[in-house]
């Protein structure tokens, strides 16, 4: 999938370590850093991870996600974040990342499969019997609380 949008990319912005001088507050810093993309599904979906293994947040030292424990898709304990892009018409399989996420349309009009009404789930596979399909068009805010999801890129 050739995507429509620039590379993911972040502004750090902190207090340098140490002090110098006479000052009693220490240089604020500004980086600009091009987030690493993971390309799944044949190219049919774009993801960007970034985040923070410490909450509370630890901003006595550099952000050290490298070694952040974690499958890559979530980070136990700590702050998650990421750029998600779909191909138009692309659905992703139904699954559980238990964590909270946040994800914000930015651009085209973007759906949430769960399972409608109780259902169980054995060796990874869920037994419902229909979903709900919830849409949210740019400018929207989906909140993911730890549910089976799928989710689905209408084509605009």
Do not use: W
Not at 16 to 28: A, F, I, K, M, Q
Not at 54 to 61: F, G, I, L, M, T
Not at 67 to 84: D, E, H, Q
Not at 102 to 114: M, S
């Amino acid at each position: 999938m050739a995507s429509p949008f620039p590379d993911a990319a972040r502004v750090i912005s902190a207090n340098s370590l140490t002090l110098s001088g006479d000052r009693n507050e220490p240089e604020v810093t500004n980086v600009r850093e091009v987030v690493k993309s993971d390309e799944m599904f044949d190219g049919q979906l774009r993801r960007s991870v970034f985040g923070s293994v410490d909450v509370p947040a630890q901003n006595d030292r550099p952000l050290d996600e490298p070694s952040a424990a974690g499958s890559g898709i979530v980070r136990p304990g700590g702050i998650n974040a990421y750029f998600l892009d779909l191909a138009p018409g692309f659905t992703t399989p139904m699954h559980r990342t238990v964590s909270t996420d946040f994800l914000l349309v930015h651009r085209g009009t973007a759906t949430v499969i769960t399972p409608e009404g109780p259902y169980n789930v054995f060796d990874g596979k869920a037994d419902y019997a229909s979903v709900t399909e919830t849409t949210c068009t740019e400018g929207e805010v989906i909140i993911q609380r730890g549910q089976m999801h799928a989710s689905f890129e209408q084509q605009d």
